[in-house]
């Protein structure tokens, strides 16, 4: 089953901006576990688009005002949600953040 990994926290430290995912992926790349993802540019550079009334609506930066933020995603295959969460716990960002674990249809 695949799931998705979304990987929020506060603006990350350049120590953390460089550690990146210190190797995560890459294990999950040969495991043949990691199916996609990556990082996203800050919330500032979102455009946020919603339709009323048949009115196409834009606003620039995200959707909700908040000190967390989604900084990247990955989307895994795996046995089930036990392993999905042992995956996610084991990121890096997991430490200074949160990682929302989702089942994909």
Known sequence: MRYLLMI???EPTEE???AGCGGWSDDLLTRGILVGGGGLHPPATATTVRVRGGDVLLSDGPFTESKEQIGGYAVIE?????EAVDI???HPAAAYGTIEVRPML
């Open 8 to 10: 929020a926290g506060e």
């Open 16 to 18: 953390q901006k460089i």
């Open 78 to 82: 795996c046995g089930d949600l036990d």
């Open 88 to 90: 996610a716990a084991r």
